[in-house]
């Protein structure tokens, strides 16, 4: 299973930008799709997550600006993220995980799968 992050660059605070996330093999339908990012200096944190059927865990840090969703039969993930801010800057990276309970859901040694990681810089 591959996945392949792509869509992110370098907006100012308020922007927005839309990070894409495909996948292949039978995984992605199988399981759940996730975002995690990472800071300049700082440990990989839980962004976003979505299942098969459409449910959605968010990070607190994240609710009503950034949106989850994905397509199951292009294998594609998406996050749009509106009304960024300068805290938003990090590497975002794509998982999955064919078997995770929701408990576990914010921990990333739980998927298996990863992407290489797209660059989304916020400037004030």
């Known amino acids: 299973v591959q996945l392949q992050a792509s869509g992110g660059g370098s907006v100012e605070a308020g922007g927005s930008l839309r990070l894409s996330c495909s996948a292949s093999?039978?995984?992605?339908?199988?399981?759940?799709m996730a975002w995690f990012r990472q800071a300049p200096g700082k440990e990989r944190e839980f962004v976003t997550a979505?299942?098969?059927?459409?449910?959605?865990v968010s990070a607190d840090s994240v609710k009503g600006r950034f949106t989850i969703s994905r397509d199951n039969a292009k294998s594609t993930m998406y996050l749009q993220m509106n009304s960024l801010k300068p805290e938003d800057t990090a590497v975002y990276y794509c998982?999955?995980?064919?078997?995770?309970?929701?408990?576990?859901?914010?921990?990333?040694?739980?998927?298996?799968?990863w992407g290489q990681g797209t660059l989304v810089t916020v400037s004030s």
């Open positions: 979505i299942w098969r059927n459409g449910n959605i």
């Open positions: 998982a999955a995980s064919t078997s995770i309970i929701l408990s576990q859901i914010r921990n990333d040694v739980q998927y298996e799968h």
């Open positions: 093999g039978r995984t992605f339908n199988r399981g759940v």
